[in-house]
């Protein structure tokens, strides 16, 4: 799959917003090696009082939380899904999402765009963020 150019993508002060609102993130994708990305964004979003829900396929715990194996496990609301998967996952996981019906966000991390996916999950009233990291713009947001 080639590069894409983000087409479908919330601006600052929808991701200001964002930021506001959400209280549980499934970050999907997350790592518990702690030198992964995946790993040391999350610990940040925790770290600044948000809920971390990992999704990784193995694993009893990661930063103090229950692992699931998928989205559709979680028992609870979830807000935010933050994706640190391929572009070719996107899709999967815009239906997922899609189908629990409570995620209010649709975040791809850095260097990760499916417009495809991003365009369903915005028509099914998401809002989406392609292309950037939670950690980056929400520290952005604070200074």
């Given amino acids: 799959m080639e590069c894409e ?3 479908v993508n919330s601006n600052m002060d929808e991701i200001k917003e964002i930021f506001e609102n959400v209280k ?12 992964k990305d ?3 964004v999350a610990k940040y979003l925790q770290g600044q009082g948000y809920k971390i829900i990992p999704v990784y396929p ?9 692992v699931y194996n998928s989205l559709a496990e979680i028992p609870f609301e979830v807000d935010m899904v933050d ?3 391929k572009p070719a996952a996107l899709d999967a996981i815009a239906d997922a999402c899609i189908k629990r019906g409570d995620v209010k966000v649709f975040w791809a991390q850095k260097g990760i765009v499916n417009n495809e996916a ?3 999950a915005q028509d099914a009233g998401m809002k989406v963020v392609q292309n950037q990291c939670t950690m980056v713009d929400h520290r952005n947001l604070q200074g």
């Fill in 5 to 7: 150019f983000p087409t």
């Fill in 118 to 120: 991003a365009k369903k």
């Fill in 58 to 66: 193995k694993g009893e715990t990661i930063l103090g939380e229950k």
């Fill in 38 to 40: 995946s790993h040391r």
């Fill in 83 to 85: 994706i640190f998967r």
């Fill in 24 to 35: 549980t993130i499934a970050v999907l994708g997350l790592s518990p090696d702690e030198s």
